[in-house]
């Protein structure tokens, strides 16, 4: 039995209402729902959380899957905010000190003392931006990848309390020329792939 839990940090405000978010959500929870080797919960951070009961979750979960739109180059200020309350507050369990030691030589191992090896996460995000705006050396990111580039401090947050990353799924151009239906067939497909899906 694997133990899943899924992060929605859609969050409404002016035009953008969140139903992307909560959709990639919906259809990740109904996949594990239908496996009899899964057991899921879920958080969707718009609706609130108890930090403890958010601590207690990440300690339970096998696999964590972050689901987030992009908003100005980061994640939403409510998704930041929940790290921020849930990380920070997880210390002793999540991470140790930050991995350096005063005594034997202080300038390494940063970031070495994450203690959630056991665990993975996928993360989903969601664009306004087109795929080609970061494959295209002349494009806006100049060929940096989201994880190389937007989400690359995202990734060392997860790396740094001890986790590896399954995969990551990014949905592109969501507004002026989306392709959702295909989009969720090719997560599903890394779902397959990435998970013990029998």
Known sequence: MENILDINAGQ???ESEGRLNQSISDLTVAYFEKETNFAIQRT??????????????ISWADI??????????????????????????????????DGRSSKLNPKL?????????DKKYILTTTWNAPLEAFELEEEFFKGRSVDDGVMYGFHKMNEYI??????????YDVNKN?????????????????TSVK
């Open 12 to 14: 409404s405000y002016l």
């Open 44 to 57: 969707n951070i718009e609706k609130g959380y108890s930090i403890l009961e958010e601590i207690q979750k």
């Open 64 to 97: 964590i899957i972050y689901h987030t739109p992009v908003w100005w180059f980061s994640v939403p200020n409510s998704f930041k905010k929940y790290l921020d309350d849930v990380i920070t507050k997880g210390k002793g369990k999540f991470y140790g000190s």
């Open 109 to 117: 191992n940063y970031g070495r003392s994450g203690l959630l090896s």
């Open 162 to 171: 001890g986790m590896k990353n399954l995969f990551t799924y990014h949905f």
């Open 178 to 194: 989306p392709r959702i239906e295909i989009d969720f067939l090719n997560y599903e497909e890394l779902l397959n792939d990435n």
